[in-house]
């Protein structure tokens, strides 16, 4: 237990769905991310929160919208999804953005179907 | 593009030999080096952070860094079964606007042979 909590922990979605993936942090960081894991692939990293203001969006395509409401919490809405968009989705925080190391929670396994 | 480079192997060790992984890295500024490992379908996990010159040891791990080669590894001493995971290299890419972005490696997957 990492102090990061992520929720669902596996999702099945059509690709007309509209669906949210949430975290929670406990750990009182102000940095919170969204990566996206694909198999054999390195972990690319979708968007970085620094104090709820988004610091980075790496050309996330828009059916992807993140919501950082506090500094505790990380939202990341999925809407008209593309089955490549099937992969695990990790929430990381960290004590300030990029420069400390990350702990992440469990994932959320999605299947765009 | 400022990157981390990794061996992605598969890596097989004999239980009890040590393993070496290595990373190289591009950005000279980084200043910060973090190994996570990865067990197939969990999240990583942390396990040793190195900011000096030289090495540094927890337990059967050890990391070492040299800046100046722009290399850091990771050895693991009398490897067990339970080693047997994809280990992921990660440092800190200056992104601009005073930014920085923790970037990974692909990572190596290792695999310590009973």
């Known amino acids: 237990e990492t102090g990061v909590t992520q929720t669902p922990r596996h999702l099945v979605m059509g690709m007309t769905n509209k669906k949210s993936l949430k975290c929670e942090q406990h750990?009182?960081?102000?940095?919170m991310y969204w990566y996206k894991q694909s198999a054999k692939k390195p972990l690319e990293l979708m968007f970085v929160?620094?104090?709820?203001?988004?610091?980075e969006n790496n050309s996330v395509p828009s059916r992807f919208s993140p919501e950082c409401p506090n500094s505790s919490h990380l939202f990341l809405h999925l809407h008209t999804l593309q089955p490549e968009d099937s992969a695990l989705y990790l929430c990381?925080?960290?004590?300030?953005?990029?420069?400390?190391?990350?702990?992440f929670g469990q994932g959320t396994r999605l299947t765009v179907v | 593009q400022k990157e981390v480079e990794q061996n992605s192997g598969p890596l097989s060790v004999p239980e009890g030999a040590i393993a070496s992984l290595n990373c190289t890295y591009s950005?000279?500024?980084?200043?910060?080096f973090f190994w996570y490992r990865q067990y197939s379908g969990k999240s990583p996990e942390l396990i040793m952070f190195?900011?000096?010159?030289g090495d540094k040891e927890d337990g059967r791990f050890t990391a070492q860094l040299n800046k100046a080669s722009q290399y850091v590894s990771l050895l693991i001493r009398d490897s067990q079964p339970s080693d047997s995971a994809t280990y992921l290299c990660?440092?800190?890419?200056?992104?601009?606007?005073?930014?920085?972005?923790?970037?990974f490696g692909k990572g190596t997957k290792l695999s310590v042979i009973p």
């Open positions: 990381a925080s960290s004590l300030s953005a990029g420069n400390t190391e990350a702990f």
């Open positions: 750990l009182g960081h102000n940095a």
């Open positions: 929160y620094s104090l709820e203001e988004r610091v």
């Open positions: 950005d000279r500024g980084s200043q910060s």
């Open positions: 190195i900011y000096s010159n």
């Open positions: 990660a440092a800190p890419a200056y992104s601009g606007a005073g930014s920085y972005q923790l970037t």
